[in-house]
């Protein structure tokens, strides 16, 4: 499985490379946040909430099937999951729903967590037990702040995690906080990576690792 990230909080995913590799592409952003638009073929798109910085699925080419909403969906053989949760901690008065998507690709279990707001209950934990790789956001403002993020992390256990939805020198969205702050709460020492290229076998078994990925 390969995992790159595409910025904010935007990720590519892919079982093989080629073309008869599948791509599915989680929360693709618009033009106006100074980052390089995702414009490639695409096999599914996710979106966890209408909103313009997660939701431009126009920007794709092919003919992608869609998820946005809750549910459980089976597309070429990529097990989706989408649970459904709020973007605040005010049962959605804010900011509204958010759906945090379970993807299962070559027998990995990856959880995109969107704009999560809301400490999680136990419903949407049960749905989550077994996570290996958790793309987390960590900026604040409209999402998880560092300390929310490390105790969200707490709860749901992964092998690996990712931090997302921060800001990076090229984003234009001034009001959230940048990784370093996330880093020092988790007490981890991160790997920086292009990408991420690993398999089942591959996941850590006992420590749980923290990975930046570069874009």
């Not at 990720?11 to 618009?30: H, R």
Request: net charge negative; aromatic share 6%.
């Amino acid at each position: 499985m390969i995992l790159t990230w595409l910025g904010h909080s935007c990720f590519k995913m892919q079982d093989k490379i080629g073309p008869d590799g599948i791509t599915v592409v989680a929360d693709p952003f618009g033009k106006k946040y100074g980052l390089k638009v995702p414009s490639f073929e695409a096999d599914i798109v996710t979106v966890s909430h209408d909103h313009e910085d997660h939701n431009n699925i126009d920007a794709l080419r092919g003919n992608p099937f869609v998820i946005d909403c809750p549910g459980e969906y089976d597309v070429k053989n990529v097990l989706i999951e989408g649970v459904d949760s709020y973007h605040d901690e005010t049962n959605g008065s804010e900011r509204g729903h958010n759906t945090i998507y379970r993807f299962v690709i070559d027998d990995i279990s990856i959880v995109h967590l969107g704009d999560l707001g809301q400490v999680l209950d136990s419903a949407q934990l049960e749905k989550l037990a077994g996570t290996d790789i958790l793309l987390i956001p960590v900026g604040g403002k409209y999402t998880l702040d560092a300390k929310k993020a490390v105790e969200t992390i707490a709860q749901i256990e992964p092998r690996i995690v990712i931090p997302m939805h921060y800001k990076t020198d090229d984003l234009k969205m001034d009001d959230i906080d940048g990784v370093e702050k996330f880093v020092k709460e988790m007490g981890l020492t991160p790997t920086y990576e292009e990408k991420l290229k690993i398999s089942k076998k591959d996941l850590p078994s006992e420590d749980m690792e923290l990975v930046i990925l570069k874009y």
